[in-house]
């Protein structure tokens, strides 16, 4: 089974495609970040991020997306613009025909930690031991998003 992995964001959005192979394990086929020019308005940010997944999922064909749900934090502009990415983000799977999972930070951090208040050091730890990497994408969003695919990897009983 293969699974994207999405981190939302407006200027940067994380994505990482996962496979599911024999005996549970996981590989990275691919993963990145789709980045959108500050100077360009939302609407086009949103085309740009629309039609690089679209892209994305042309090549390597998932069966799921996996995408964060929004951590409300104490910046609501933020917030609500990055809502509109992850609005665009589900929309743009939904109909490439995906199956679309959703899952919190909470549940991601605990799915790779066991511990639901896990920081970011302790994620990338896992994330880099589970799927055997030598080293960490630099991109913290591709992290994000490599996380997001394990943590749906891990969720469905029929790897």
Not at 72 to 98: D, E, H, P, Y
Not at 111 to 119: K, P
């Amino acid at each position: 089974m293969i699974i994207l992995g999405i981190d939302p964001g407006i200027a940067s959005c994380g994505w990482a495609v996962i496979e599911t192979v024999k005996n549970e394990k996981l590989k990275v086929k691919n993963c990145g970040v789709i980045k959108t020019p500050s100077s360009e308005t939302l609407g086009k940010r949103l085309v740009i991020i629309s039609l690089e997944l679209e892209k994305i999922i042309q090549e390597f064909k998932p069966v799921a997306a996996a995408v964060e749900e929004i951590f409300f934090a104490k910046n609501v502009k933020t917030a609500i613009t990055v809502s509109q990415a992850r609005g665009a983000i589900v929309l743009t799977c939904a109909k490439m025909g995906l199956e679309i999972c959703e899952f919190t930070p909470l549940q991601v951090k605990q799915a790779l930690t066991g511990y639901g208040q896990a920081d970011k050091s302790q994620v990338g730890f896992m994330v880099k031991n589970i799927l055997k990497l030598k080293v960490l994408p630099k991109d913290d969003n591709t992290v994000d998003a490599l996380a997001i695919g394990i943590c749906s990897a891990h969720s469905y009983k029929n790897l």
